[in-house]
């Protein structure tokens, strides 16, 4: 449970560069300092090593995101590296590989989730990862020619797909010799999977022996049309559609800041003050909707709580929708600030808004009525789907999924951005680590974001009408010096939503790589059916609230 | 039917409904199963229509959609099922999850190579007649994706659509409207516009023995389906 207390845990001991440095010790080849960390160039069959005692020795315990790029003369792997106990604390380390034989060390054996990452670098920019568990490519079809991030990728070439990746789910899977266990296709056209997900399971009689999410069912090539795009404003149209469950502006917000770190620009408060409190509102928009959709997982209740989340959404994107001038796809966040000031009749605004909080609680607690207090949803939900806290941290997850294993990770406390820091709110973090806990953290977390969304509304009730400033003076083209790197990351509506943008002195980015929460908490989906019923995968797939236009991008 | 105009004796009279609820509470023989309809056929329960535009008129006010969420235009779908919107107050608000139960599907959001041939194949499941409503710009061009190396400009160069909404994605008031429309083309006995179909699932085998079926050829079977995208000639 959240207790207040939080705030004032002590964040460990700040690792200063200079001890880095002696941590890696002569293995760094040179320095790559990125604006948002130092980084350090290593070897490519020094990765294992350099990244264990750097977790080991230095508490690196979050890989949050591997970048993979290639430049004119070598392909380049970028390690992310942060902490759970205090995300500021970041270091990257660079590996380059040849281009005529991009051969590099898997990093797979210390962080478990490096296995997607490399499968991913691997299927756009082709590098290989020497050691890897499991080669393949993660996003494309099997059968792909080429690696579209590579800078000599023909987009005319022709491709063939194949239908036959989906075994035939009647056909006997003998998967151990011994035992009898059935092949089953879940999605990806499957009511369950919300969107299109394809995860092959092995199953011996009811119970799970196997699970691989087979994803890329919706990869729209977000990395290459935001590299396509111009900084101002070509690119923030996009964020939209990550995670389009209504959580539109804390996608944009991740661009935003991380673009805006990038060119040196300053937010006014007042235009900090409505980021946060839109971004809240989609926040709710986007949990009702995992709530609703969890329901209909669980016990197929298409009539009463999917409708009543349906119902609060609606309310949610008649705001927003007021505010921003579209129901999903805001583009309302503009570098510097936002498109324009809260509509006129202000007052009338601010009404609506308060009355739709007001009447949160009994919704709040009319969902208690209906879910969390349903025995057959405990007896369905309590530990089942179990991601121990050491697990997920392996895997990267973050968000709820993380704070219902009980870890207290929260970007918008422990790396503050927009208003936050200012405002009073609590991180909501379960011990359960079950599917249960998870569907709390969000319950509450929804409670939270109406606490924040209050104190904003007050604050820009009172705001003097001569200082009402939304947008900072920003250049008609943006173009950040060249050689620029920064990785940068937000508290999206399922975690860390990361960004890492790279320029080359044009307005468009030279690379441009998105750090999705959801395909880092839908990794772990195997480690949290594993020997479990297929119902609980069903609920587990649920509990972890994947957006695959996120997991996909 | 002769006339669209019920008689007049007919309609104006309260009287099966008295009719049925006294007999519930009365004495007498039991007609509770009288009704206006079964009224106005007197002894000869019989209507005399074409029967395909019978058909047509019930397929129209019956439709029964396929759960199908691709990417951003289905939670304005889903929106659209759901309450305030209320697409059920058209006959059409039962999503079924088979195919096979299916007659109308929503195409609601971006198909990319990989999705394609699944796409395909859910529409072959479903039953005839079956129709498809194209929900937002990605279904009808690729939307803000156009330009994407992995997506397909359109689901038409797939499967036919019916009825396009446009939008990115379309309000739910856009989306009733395409439903509508298809509805009054049912009933009209409107089939599919003719369409341009550049995607089909062929057998590896069929395929022309080009550089890129070479190369392949030790991957894929003879007799397995596949679908060959030719970005080039897309538009
Ligand atoms: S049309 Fe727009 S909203 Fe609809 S799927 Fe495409 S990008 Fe998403």
């Known amino acids: 449970m959240s207790t207040g207390l939080e705030r004032q845990r002590q964040p460990p001991v700040e690792v200063t560069e200079e001890e880095l440095a002696a941590v890696i010790g002569d293995r760094a080849l040179a320095r790559d300092d990125h604006l948002n960390a130092p980084g350090f160039v290593v070897r490519p069959d020094d990765v294992q090593d350099v990244l264990s005692d750097l977790k080991e020795q230095a508490g690196f315990d979050h890989l949050s995101c591997l970048t993979a790029q290639q430049y004119e003369d070598r392909y380049e792997s970028i390690y992310h590296l942060k902490k759970y106990a205090d995300p500021t604390q970041e270091v990257s380390v660079v590996v380059p590989t040849s281009i005529d034989d991009p051969v590099s060390q898997s990093a797979e054996p210390v962080f478990r989730t490096a296995d997607w990452h490399e499968r991913e670098a691997f299927d756009l920019v082709g590098i290989d990862y020497e050691g890897h568990p499991d080669p393949r490519r993660i996003l494309l079809p099997?059968?792909?020619?080429?690696?579209?991030?590579?800078?000599?990728?023909?987009?005319?070439?022709?491709?063939?797909?194949?239908?036959?990746?989906?075994?035939?789910?009647?056909?006997?899977?003998?998967?151990?010799?011994?035992?009898?266990?059935?092949?089953?296709?879940?999605?990806?056209?499957?009511?369950?999977?919300?969107?299109v997900l394809h995860v092959k399971t092995v199953l011996d009689g009811e119970t799970i022996v196997d699970v691989d999410p087979d994803i890329g069912y919706l990869h729209r090539c977000e990395e290459q049309m935001c590299q396509q795009g111009t900084y101002r404003h070509q690119i923030m149209p996009y964020p939209d559609r990550w995670d389009y469950v209504s959580a539109g502006l804390l996608n944009e917000w991740a661009y935003a800041r991380t673009a805006e770190d990038l060119a040196d620009i300053e937010v006014p408060e007042y235009a900090q003050i409505i980021r946060t409190m839109s971004a809240e509102l989609c926040r709710i928009a986007s949990h009702m909707l995992a709530l609703g959709t969890f329901c209909l997982d669980v016990y197929g209740d298409f009539t009463a709580i999917f409708q009543y989340a349906f119902r609060d959404r609606e309310v949610v994107?008649?705001?927003?929708?007021?505010?921003?001038?579209?129901?999903?796809?805001?583009?309302?966040?503009?570098?510097?600030?936002?498109?324009?000031?809260?509509?006129?009749?202000?007052?009338?605004?601010?009404?609506?808004?308060?009355?739709?909080?007001?009447?949160?609680?009994?919704?709040?607690?009319?969902?208690?009525?209906?879910?969390?207090?349903?025995?057959?949803?405990?007896?369905?939900?309590?530990?089942?789907?179990?991601?121990?806290?050491?697990?997920?941290?392996?895997?990267?997850?973050?968000?709820?999924?993380?704070?219902?294993?009980?870890?207290?990770?929260?970007?918008?406390?422990?790396?503050?951005?927009?208003?936050?820091?200012?405002?009073?709110?609590?991180?909501?973090?379960?011990?359960?680590?079950?599917?249960?806990?998870?569907?709390?953290?969000?319950?509450?977390?929804?409670?939270?974001?109406?606490?924040?969304?209050?104190?904003?509304?007050?604050?820009?009730?009172?705001?003097?009408?001569?200082?009402?400033?939304?947008?900072?003076?920003?250049?008609?083209?943006?173009?950040?010096d060249a050689d620029t790197e920064i990785y940068r990351a937000v508290e999206g509506a399922k975690g860390e939503l990361g960004i890492y943008i790279r320029s080359d002195g044009t307005d468009k980015p030279a690379r441009f790589k998105i750090r999705s929460p959801c395909f880092h908490n839908l990794s772990a989906l195997e480690e949290m059916v594993q020997d479990e019923y297929i119902p609980d995968l069903i609920a587990s797939l649920g509990s972890l609230d994947i957006v695959l236009g996120e997991v996909d991008r | 039917m002769s006339s669209n105009n019920p008689k007049q004796s007919i309609h104006d009279s309260t009287a099966p409904s008295t009719d049925t609820r006294d007999s519930r509470i009365g004495e007498g023989p039991d007609d509770r199963f009288n009704s206006k309809l079964r009224e106005a056929f007197g002894s000869s329960p019989f209507i005399l229509t074409k029967f395909d535009k019978f058909m047509n008129w019930v397929r129209g006010n019956s439709m029964f959609m396929l759960q199908f969420g691709i990417a951003c235009c289905s939670i304005e779908m889903i929106h659209t099922y759901a309450i305030k919107h209320d697409i059920d107050r058209y006959g059409a608000g039962v999503p079924r999850a088979s195919p096979r139960q299916a007659d109308v599907m929503i195409v609601p959001g971006t198909i990319v190579s990989k999705f394609g041939p699944r796409?395909?194949?859910?529409?072959?499941?479903?039953?005839?007649?079956?129709?498809?409503?194209g929900m937002g710009s990605c279904t009808i061009s690729g939307g803000p994706f156009q330009e994407g190396y992995n997506v397909v400009k359109g689901a038409e160069e797939i499967i036919p659509i019916d009825i396009h909404v446009p939008g990115c994605p379309p309000r739910p008031e856009a989306l009733i409207y395409g439903v509508l429309k298809l509805q009054e083309r049912i009933q009209n006995g409107e089939s599919s516009p003719v369409v341009v179909k550049p995607y089909e699932l062929e057998q590896f085998g069929d395929l022309e023995r080009d550089e890129l079926v070479q190369k392949l050829a030790d991957d894929i079977d003879e007799d397995d389906l596949v679908m060959r995208y030719n970005w080039a000639d897309s538009p």
Not at chain 1, 154 to 176: F, M, R, S, W, Y
Request: proline share 7%; aromatic share 10%.
């Open chain 1, 142 to 195: 099997e059968t792909w020619q080429g690696h579209p991030l590579s800078l000599d990728y023909d987009q005319e070439k022709p491709q063939i797909v194949t239908l036959t990746e989906h075994a035939n789910p009647i056909q006997p899977d003998h998967h151990k010799d011994e035992s009898d266990t059935m092949f089953l296709n879940v999605g990806p056209h499957h009511p369950a999977t919300h969107g």
């Open chain 1, 317 to 480: 994107q008649d705001i927003l929708e007021d505010l921003t001038g579209q129901r999903l796809m805001f583009n309302y966040f503009r570098l510097g600030g936002v498109a324009w000031d809260l509509p006129e009749p202000r007052d009338e605004f601010i009404e609506k808004t308060r009355d739709f909080l007001d009447e949160l609680p009994a919704k709040v607690d009319e969902y208690n009525d209906l879910v969390t207090s349903n025995e057959i949803f405990q007896v369905r939900t309590i530990d089942t789907g179990i991601l121990e806290p050491e697990v997920a941290k392996d895997y990267g997850c973050t968000g709820p999924v993380a704070r219902g294993s009980g870890i207290d990770y929260d970007l918008r406390r422990d790396d503050p951005y927009g208003y936050y820091d200012e405002l009073d709110w609590d991180v909501i973090t379960m011990d359960g680590c079950d599917n249960y806990s998870r569907v709390l953290v969000r319950m509450q977390e929804v409670e939270e974001s109406a606490k924040i969304i209050e104190q904003c509304l007050d604050l820009l009730e009172d705001w003097p009408e001569d200082e009402r400033e939304i947008q900072a003076n920003v250049p008609r083209t943006l173009k950040p």
């Open chain 2, 119 to 133: 796409m395909k194949r859910v529409y072959d499941q479903m039953p005839e007649p079956k129709f498809v409503v």
